[in-house]
């Protein structure tokens, strides 16, 4: 972070009339509060009122893990390849809807020509399947997203 | 020439072997534990694979979780650099059974040089000097021990056959003491791996750890590339290496090189491999081991010769004959590298952080291999090497001039490194004469 | 060897000064002007002095500014670079009177090649080739031109005597149109510089630019390092620069070199220089002009030479004798430098701003010229050179991939750079032949 | 961050109007507050009032400069060396407590052999000299504290 960078956010800051910032950058900590009624004539305008809290990271990281709500994002526990059925023609172990058990098998990684049934750590219903049947996959790759319940 | 290479490794050794695969032509996978995310062989590989957690175990020596990662990307071959499984000969037979190239030599010869006793006498098969050592000593002919002690002379080491890390190992300086040192190796070695089988050693007093670079092919061809003197040494690890050796003379690098490498036509080493020898005060060359990967410090001697170590690796690897013939070779001036550690230069511990500011030296005869940069977290996770410094110069005098002035516009701040040290070493009056062995730091008080 | 020298410059060549004098053992003191007070070279110096505001004319070019920095520091030398103040004899005589020696030749020298005619007929005298051309024209014998252009050939060019940045410059064709080009090239001379005296040049269509690095001393010794192929430029700006030049074979080399070396001799140059010529589609080279200072593009003769060239200059100024003869020279293996400039690489507008993220190529072969850091603030008011990448290998080949791996994985954000246009040069498949000359740019449509 | 860099963040602050600036970077801590009401028409405006507290770390940056009230730094505009006399043993053109106006030479900075006497550019009272009889200065090396009148 540089005295443009800084310069930037402090215009930002006055003219949208943040009324505190604060920043933590790789050893650097940035905090601005701005108190001021801006051109505000008169009657008590509101300020506008945002705080901001911006922890740096470099773009290429993958968004935050979403565990909104209940949802829980079930991710890949090792590598491989991604299948949704036990053989090829079977039925898919599970679908949008399903109702999951802990320990309940949900898919199958290949790896090594090893077919590794994968099992599910919670128990809930299956909101979303976020890879395609027959995909590669790495470890730790959201696979599914679950409602637990 | 391979389709794709799968790079089992991380930090400056991985993007190394991307660089090379770069000029070759060839894309790369690089693998990465969730703590590498952010590494630099991630960003320049052409894919990534994310392996596991930031422990070693689960992810860069996890060898399900590599072979799967080159299935989902097919990719022809892994280059497993050096330091993890660089010496499984497991992982290498793993590889060979799922049709994946490891770009090293056969598990056969890694499974024998990983075995010291086998080794050692394998070396001795192929002319290589050993350190004369005794037969085995077990229970039964424990009273030969003295007989034995006397063909070697004193001072001698008792080794552990199933040894390592310095447990079931004495050094006897005189007769008088062998029998009570013998049985102490023994009960020792015994309880620390079952086996109270020991031998005697030649006892070799303040050495130079002196290794030789050899490239073989499949085709029968084996050249060495002259030699590297490793004896800055602090606790076995080597600080800084430089090549040539500052007591080596032509004479001795032709005819111990032309040696080695004559071993390694009779072995059938077809990859990048070391040999490393310990040089005594009586101008003794001993084979100690030899290093089936590419090495740490392979850079000096890329600098001197001029031949791409890791590119002829993969090149061999794929089937391709030598590069070079033995007359290629000619060492052409000097090259030293300090190894930048992320660490306390005076007691040594690790220093893991962020690096708040990194710039790294240039100019003519510097060379830098590392993956850090500005804003980097050096991970507690993995070992402490941030930066090879290497310095290259018409002889040893402007390499060691280009050396003291590359360590003194090098920037890395955020984190202790060994950059202190590496001057003091590198100004140092016996360093600067080349007077120096493995004993060097001890003796300038570096180490306790 | 001098107690302590300034460097008279800015950017990557103050640097590389400063890295030269370390190697040498000799303290530097920085100038700066109120931009530079973070650039690196001030950092790295031993001292800096603050010799005024950030516009050139009042620091950098400022030289009375220059010489009290002298004086207060105690200097014995002041080495210019290249630009700025390197190539005035004036800023050169006023060291010699300050009793500070200037590192460059002589003043006289430099006003000698500073003046294109004078220098021009000096290289003739010494025996290199110059493009033929008439005598001056003006009004009283323009009559004669004609006659002139005949001996000549077409096409030529007219030039005015005082000219410069293409004014009173005219290609002519054919004998047809001399009469109207002569009479506009006069007047447009005479308006602007005063005069109307111009004179007739043979004109090179698509000729090579290529270069030969000199070295001399005081002791009568001058030596050549090779040639540079300096062709693909544009607006006369150098953009990449190699040696050897693909099309010079040995035999050339040799024989143009050592008539250079000749000519230096008999000059009396003592000092690191360059002379510059273009060669034609028949293969004759013509003198055009030498610059009498370092070159930008030094490095790449250092990694093929092995010679120090900055460190050979300071030794020389010093009075001590050149390092090497000229058989100690041999050009072993290829390099090519990309002058990576902080512009926009379509329409080449430069790029001032922060740098947010800067981390250089390393590895094998590669160099790095650079005082650029992560959040350094590239100032408009300098020139926008902010790196030097230079790759070496063992033939072209070798240099080029590393070229391609290095562009591939010097990061630098925040501001646009050329690297995006060098990689597009690099590549491109009459490049790889080597088959371009000063008019490649603009063939391949990457210069309109 | 140097000085500069501070110099610019207050400056921008101050006229801004922001209240309240912190900043922590790698050993620098600063916290700039700015309590004034700017723009106020009409009565007894309060004055700019500006607390900066720059905590430097590294050793070679000079050390602010200090803009309180009505004190002037009066800068080198050449480099050389440094005289508050004439000649050597003449008295000093100014010395702590003269008064000094505008076009009155205060010091003398030798530059190539060259005695360059050097006027004051404002009116006022020396309140303190920076730099020693005979050192030697750099271009913007500040030499005296005057207080403008």
């Known amino acids: ?149 | 020439m391979f389709k794709k290479v799968l790079v089992a490794n991380r930090g400056e050794i991985a993007l190394r072997i991307i660089c090379a695969c770069k000029e070759l032509g060839i894309p790369t996978v690089a693998v990465y534990s969730e703590a590498d995310s952010h590494s630099l062989h991630v960003r320049f590989a052409d894919e990534a694979v994310c392996i596991g957690p930031a422990k070693s175990y689960e992810s860069y020596l996890n060898i399900p979780s590599i072979i799967s990662a080159a299935e989902i990307t097919n990719v022809e071959a892994i280059h497993p650099g050096y330091g993890y499984l660089a010496e499984s000969a497991y992982f290498a037979e793993v590889c060979e059974t799922c049709g994946i190239k490891f770009i090293g030599p056969a598990p056969e010869i890694i499974d024998l040089m990983g075995d010291k006793a086998r080794a050692r006498a394998r070396a001795a098969e192929v002319g290589l000097p050993i350190v004369p050592g005794s037969e085995l000593i077990e229970e039964e002919n424990r009273d030969e021990a003295p007989r034995f002690a006397e063909q070697i002379g004193y001072p001698l080491i008792i080794k552990a056959v199933a040894g390592g890390g310095g447990r079931g190992m004495r050094i006897v300086r005189k007769a008088a003491d062998l029998e009570e040192a013998l049985a102490t190796a023994q009960s020792e070695s015994h309880s620390a791996f079952g086996s109270a089988a020991v031998y005697l050693e030649k006892y070799l007093v303040n050495p130079h750890h002196i290794e030789f670079q050899v490239l073989g092919d499949e085709h029968g061809n084996a050249i060495h590339l002259g030699e590297r003197e490793c004896s800055v040494q602090r606790r076995h690890q080597k600080l800084i290496e430089e090549t040539p050796s500052p007591i080596v003379d032509d004479e001795t690098r032709a005819r111990l090189g032309n040696k080695v490498a004559q071993a390694m036509r009779d072995i059938g080493y077809q990859s990048a491999g070391t040999i490393e020898f310990l040089l005594d005060e009586d101008g003794e060359f001993y084979f100690i081991e030899m290093n089936t990967r590419v090495q740490v410090e392979h850079p000096i001697t890329e600098m001197v010769t001029g031949v791409d170590i890791v590119k002829e690796q993969i090149r061999v690897a794929a089937g391709l004959e030598l590069g070079y013939r033995q007359e290629d070779i000619a060492l052409t001036g000097h090259a030293i590298e300090c190894r930048i550690n992320a660490e306390n230069p005076e007691n040594f511990r690790p220093s893991p952080g962020t690096i708040t500011a990194y710039n790294p030296p240039g100019g003519p005869g510097i060379r830098v291999d590392s993956t850090a940069y500005q804003d980097w977290l050096v991970s507690s996770h993995y070992d402490s090497l941030i930066a090879k410094l290497v310095a290259y110069g018409r002889d040893r005098e402007e390499a060691l001039a280009r050396m003291v002035r590359a360590l003194d516009v090098f920037i890395i701040e955020g984190i202790d490194t060994s950059i202190p040290l590496h001057k003091k070493i590198i100004t140092h009056p016996e360093f600067i004469k080349g007077d120096y062995n493995t004993s060097f730091l001890e003796r300038i008080g570096v180490v306790k």
């Open chain 1, 1 to 149: 972070m540089d005295i443009n960078e800084i310069k930037v956010l402090v215009e930002l800051i006055q003219s949208s009339g943040i009324e505190e910032f604060e920043m933590e950058k790789s050893g650097v900590r940035l905090r601005i509060r701005n108190s001021r009624n801006l051109q505000v004539t008169g009657v008590a305008a509101e300020l506008p009122h945002t705080i901001v809290t911006a922890v740096q990271s470099q773009a290429e990281i993958p968004p935050a893990e979403e565990e909104q709500d209940d949802l829980y994002v079930f991710k890949a526990p090792i590598v491989g390849t991604f299948y949704l059925t036990p053989k090829p023609d079977a039925d898919a172990f599970v679908s949008v809807g399903s109702r999951v058990s802990k320990s309940q098998v949900i898919c199958i990684i290949e790896a090594m020509k090893i077919f590794n049934q994968i099992e599910s750590d919670v128990s809930g219903e299956v909101v979303e399947i976020l890879v395609e049947n027959g995909q590669p996959v790495e470890y730790g790759e959201p696979l599914f997203k679950i409602r637990q319940s």
